[in-house]
């Protein structure tokens, strides 16, 4: 009874459907293809690359191949995580809509609640699924191409395999956590509309838009509560003793974007005529 | 076996507005328990609007509606289970096969057993004859196959009724006459079956109570017999001498007649007395190669009602 009121079984089936479709494994592939080709570029170039050239971390991938993962997921995290994100939350609502499943849901009956929890349940877990992708990736490809050993942080201080391995795990959950906001935003976009492409790409352009402000100056008073405004401080976790202030901010403040869009995914999906 | 007084819908004054037009426009529709009723009209008449807002789908602009006695959508999530649905045309995730397809809509009602998920997947897959294709990815599925996976959704648990929109559209006549029997065979076990179609021979065979909705109203509501007394009968002769002929029935009473080729037809009473007509006819020397009663058919009563046009009404 307990597993029924939670929708176990319905998230077990949510996670089906996603994990059944050749796209949720093609966007996978290509998240883990970002640390190869960072790893395989780095490992040809080696030489040429001065010590602070190119993004950050980067001269350090070849100094340890534990730094691969942090350094994709930096790659990844302004457009293409985000992208993949979106994909999957534009398509929550939309998509079903669009297929005409979402109509035998509702009769099934589904709940309109329980489905929309179930919903921005699946696309974190596909969030997750994501960010441990970079990162397990970048481990493996760095092993392979540089040497590995204790990892030297950003405060200098060196911690062993095993707490690196730890870390990386941490920065993977932190990138997962910066992604719900958005998920949330992505949700309530897909309870408007039937074409789940506009969905994607309109949670795609507000994470733009997003980032723009943040980078503007002018707005100085509205950065802290942009929702990429943390993105970056994964950085906070690489540092000993650890930081954990930004993990606390940030989830702070996409906990506020998960109950402000989920409030109006609400409010829009629990009242809406279902005509598709 | 059918209770007239006791029913499986009722709406009452049901309005559902899009903007400034009515799509459905303050409908009283009463179907029976037990009964096969056909839900008549032609596309965009207000058919598929109305079944989406007996299922919760859709909120009534204005109006009541009653499903096996629940109020709707107050008591909607405890009505839902006993109600097994076709709603416009079936709908699966391509990328799965038809079994897995079941499986999920099944888990994703919230009163299902678990325990006897498969089972009852398994039933219903049997039921309408796709166990060897549950298997297949439904986007390599016919149309028709798609058609019984829907029934197979409608038929996961045991229903009290099924609401079924065009449940014969895209069949070819083999699979139209097995769904035609698969109807019977339900409505045989008690099971109240409300279809709509657009095509009146459908409902002629499957159909014991009938209500035909045309632009948004419902024109015509009963029982197939009801609906039938309520046409008109008509008398057709052909003879010789059509024009004699003709003042001799006026001589007997029939006025109103209509001269066709060669043929006259009248409308006149149900107990009309044909023989005597006849008689009376040999008598004055008639050469009569025809005489008999007719009723119009249901169809040409349909298309009284909804119009002959291939023009969409609004």
Redo the contacts between chains.
């Keep these: 009874m307990f597993a029924k009121a939670l929708g176990l079984s319905l998230m077990r089936s949510e996670l089906r459907v996603m994990f059944t479709r050749r796209r949720t494994w093609a966007m996978l592939a290509a998240v883990a293809l970002i640390p190869i080709l960072l790893a395989v570029a780095v490992a040809l170039t080696s030489d040429q690359l001065a010590p602070g050239e190119g993004p950050p971390f980067l001269d350090r991938v070849t100094q340890n191949g534990l730094f691969t993962g942090f350094t994709a997921t930096l790659l990844a995290l302004p457009l293409f995580l985000p992208l993949t994100v979106a994909v999957v939350a534009g398509d929550t609502i939309a998509g079903e809509a669009s297929l005409g499943t979402l109509r035998y849901l509702l009769i099934a009956p589904v709940g309109r609640l329980r489905l929309l929890v179930v919903k921005y349940l699946g696309t974190v877990v596909f969030a997750l699924a994501a960010t441990f992708t970079l990162m397990i990736a970048g481990a493996i490809i760095g092993t392979i191409l540089f040497p590995v050993g204790p990892v030297t942080l950003l405060s200098g201080d060196v911690i062993s395999l095993g707490e690196s391995i730890w870390r990386m795990a941490l920065v993977a959950i932190y990138t997962a956590l910066s992604m719900t906001g958005i998920l949330a935003i992505g949700l309530f976009i897909s309870t408007l509309t039937t074409v789940p492409v506009g969905a994607m790409a309109a949670t795609v352009v507000l994470t733009g838009v997003s980032q723009i402000l943040d980078n503007l100056p002018q707005v100085e008073w509205m950065h802290e509560w942009l929702f990429t405004h943390y993105w970056l401080n994964f950085a906070d976790l690489l540092r000993q003793p650890i930081e954990l202030g930004s993990f606390g901010q940030n989830a702070l403040l996409q906990l506020g974007y998960i109950a402000v869009f989920g409030a109006l995914a609400y409010s829009r999906f629990t009242t809406k005529d279902i005509l598709s | 076996m059918i209770d007239e007084n006791q029913l499986a819908i009722s709406t009452k004054s049901l309005v559902k507005q899009f903007g400034s037009q009515q799509a459905v426009a303050g409908i009283d529709l009463s179907v029976p328990l037990g009964s096969v009723f056909g839900f008549l009209g032609p596309n965009g008449s207000g058919k598929t609007t109305t079944i989406?807002m007996l299922?919760?789908?859709?909120?009534a602009s204005s109006g009541e509606i009653e499903v096996l006695g629940n109020p709707i959508p107050a008591k909607?999530?405890q009505t839902?289970?006993l109600?097994g649905?076709l709603?416009?045309?079936?709908?699966?995730?391509?990328?799965?096969s038809g079994r897995?397809n079941l499986?999920?809509?099944?888990?994703?009602?919230?009163?299902?057993d678990?325990k006897t998920r498969k089972t009852r997947v398994e039933a219903a897959l049997e039921r309408v004859g796709l166990t060897n294709a549950s298997k297949k990815k439904v986007h390599a599925y016919s149309l028709g196959m798609k058609q019984r996976l829907g029934l197979a959704?409608a038929l996961l648990k045991p229903r009290k009724m099924l609401i079924l929109d065009e449940p014969t559209n895209g069949l070819d006549p083999q699979g139209t006459r097995e769904v035609r029997n698969l109807i019977r065979s339900l409505a045989k076990e008690g099971i109240t079956i409300f279809v709509s179609s657009h095509l009146l021979s459908e409902i002629e065979q499957l159909c014991d109570h009938l209500a035909v909705m045309t632009a948004g109203k419902i024109v015509a509501q009963g029982s197939i017999e009801e609906l039938r007394s309520k046409t008109q009968t008509r008398l057709v002769l052909k003879t010789d001498r059509l024009d004699d002929a003709v003042t001799l029935l006026k001589a007997e009473g029939i006025s109103k007649l209509s001269l066709k080729a060669d043929q006259i037809i009248a409308p006149v009473e149900t107990d009309f007395n044909v023989a005597k007509l006849n008689q009376k006819l040999v008598k004055a020397k008639f050469m009569v190669t025809e005489i008999r009663l007719e009723q119009p058919s249901l169809e040409e009563l349909f298309v009284n009602l909804t119009g002959e046009g291939f023009e969409v009404v609004r």
């Design positions: 989406r299922l919760g789908l859709a909120d909607l999530q839902l289970p109600v649905a709603v416009e045309g079936p709908a699966f995730y391509p990328y799965m897995d499986i999920r809509i099944d888990s994703a009602d919230k009163f299902s678990p959704n």
